[in-house]
């Protein structure tokens, strides 16, 4: 069955705290019972509107992401996500 | 055509329901029931258990209309009662599978204007159908994240909603018969000179 980017981001967030590093998609797939190609899109997407940032090796999660978790809502209720400039 | 040519375009909208029909009201998920005693008729989406009473009395199904109706398109029902355009119904059912989209992508996606989409995300904020969070951005600024609200809540919010404007065009027929009726009374010895809708129309404060 394939992933929600929902979970695809808990999966991240909860790969990145147990280790504090950051999180390839290889990773994150075996988690899900995915495979990498299935998971790189949508952390890609991810990276794109800032829940996760991408680095050198893999991918942490953001504060907005962080952020996001505490409203108790899923990925799959947001129509859209507007980064605004400070 | 792009889709910024479909908002104002109504008679598109109403597509095939044109025609009016019979409908069976024997074989409907709603049920309307009418006092026997009172002219009060009331629209239930649910069978109530007992039946529903009007000053006590148990209130009769109407199982026929000797009116035809326009079958509602569900995009004309969301302009018409809500004011909320194809673009706004477009955005709330957009399901985008890799996650999240940007206002630009979803406009690219759905193929509007992106001011179009962002108009109408706060629009459907203000509207009640979405919420928008605001959370922190590490690089500064924030991110607006517009998301539904709970299917449970919208389903009856939607329907209260409905409801209300179902009263509000109800209580404008019943006043138009109303009216009808007192002008034939008042005007009859000296003719019906007017066309009676006109001067309904004229004497309804917000038209």
Same mark, same amino acid.
């Given at each position: 069955?394939?992933?929600?980017?929902?979970?695809?981001?808990?999966?991240?967030?909860?790969?990145?705290?147990?280790?504090?590093? !950051?999180v390839?998609?290889?990773?994150?797939?075996?988690?899900?019972?995915?495979? !990498?190609?299935?998971?790189q899109?949508?952390?890609?997407?991810? +990276?794109?509107?800032?829940?996760?940032?991408a680095?050198?090796?893999?991918?942490?999660?953001?504060?907005?992401?962080?952020?996001?978790?505490?409203?108790?809502?899923?990925l799959?209720?947001?129509?859209a996500?507007?980064?605004? +400039?400070? | 055509?792009?889709?910024?040519?479909?908002d104002?375009?109504?008679?598109?909208? /109403?597509?095939?329901?044109?025609?009016?029909?019979?409908?069976?009201?024997?074989?409907?998920?709603?049920?309307?029931?009418?006092?026997?005693?009172?002219? *009060?008729? $009331?629209?239930?989406?649910r069978?109530?258990?007992?039946?529903?009473?009007?000053?006590?009395?148990?209130?009769?199904?109407?199982?026929?209309?000797?009116?035809?109706?326009?079958?509602?398109? @569900?995009?004309? $029902? %969301?302009?018409?009662?809500?004011?909320?355009p194809?673009?706004g119904?477009d955005?709330?059912?957009c399901v985008?599978?890799?996650g999240?989209? /940007?206002?630009?992508?979803?406009?690219?996606?759905?193929?509007?204007?992106?001011?179009? @989409? =962002?108009?109408?995300l *706060?629009?459907?904020?203000?509207?009640?159908l %979405?919420?928008?969070?605001?959370? *922190?951005?590490e690089?500064?600024?924030?991110?607006?994240?517009?998301?539904?609200?709970? %299917?449970?809540?919208? =389903?009856?919010?939607?329907?209260?909603?409905?409801?209300?404007?179902?009263?509000?065009?109800? /209580?404008?027929?019943?006043?138009? *018969?109303?009216t009808?009726?007192?002008y034939?009374?008042?005007?009859?010895k000296?003719?019906?000179n007017?066309?009676?809708?006109?001067?309904?129309?004229?004497?309804?404060?917000?038209d």
């Amino acid at each position: 069955m394939p992933q929600t980017p929902h979970e695809v981001l808990v999966a991240t967030i909860e790969a990145y705290e147990a280790e504090h590093e !950051p999180v390839c998609e290889r990773t994150v797939a075996r988690s899900l019972e995915a495979t !990498p190609a299935e998971v790189q899109r949508t952390l890609e997407r991810l +990276d794109r509107v800032e829940f996760l940032a991408a680095t050198g090796n893999g991918y942490r999660p953001t504060v907005t992401a962080c952020e996001f978790l505490e409203l108790d809502i899923t990925l799959d209720d947001v129509a859209a996500v507007d980064l605004v +400039d400070g | 055509m792009s889709n910024e040519d479909s908002d104002t375009d109504r008679t598109r909208l /109403s597509g095939p329901s044109d025609e009016r029909q019979q409908v069976d009201l024997r074989d409907c998920e709603y049920a309307i029931y009418r006092c026997v005693d009172c002219n *009060n008729v $009331v629209l239930t989406m649910r069978d109530c258990d007992g039946g529903i009473t009007c000053h006590g009395e148990t209130m009769e199904r109407v199982t026929e209309s000797t009116l035809g109706v326009r079958t509602p398109d @569900i995009r004309q $029902v %969301l302009l018409d009662a809500f004011g909320l355009p194809k673009a706004g119904l477009d955005i709330c059912l957009c399901v985008i599978g890799d996650g999240p989209l /940007s206002p630009g992508e979803l406009a690219e996606r759905l193929d509007y204007e992106e001011g179009t @989409i =962002r108009k109408y995300l *706060n629009e459907l904020v203000e509207f009640g159908l %979405l919420q928008k969070s605001q959370l *922190n951005r590490e690089s500064g600024g924030f991110v607006n994240v517009y998301h539904s609200i709970d %299917l449970e809540e919208m =389903r009856e919010e939607t329907l209260v909603g409905f409801y209300v404007w179902a009263g509000e065009a109800a /209580s404008l027929i019943e006043e138009a *018969n109303l009216t009808k009726e007192d002008y034939r009374e008042t005007d009859a010895k000296d003719g019906l000179n007017e066309v009676f809708w006109e001067q309904f129309a004229d004497e309804r404060p917000n038209d």
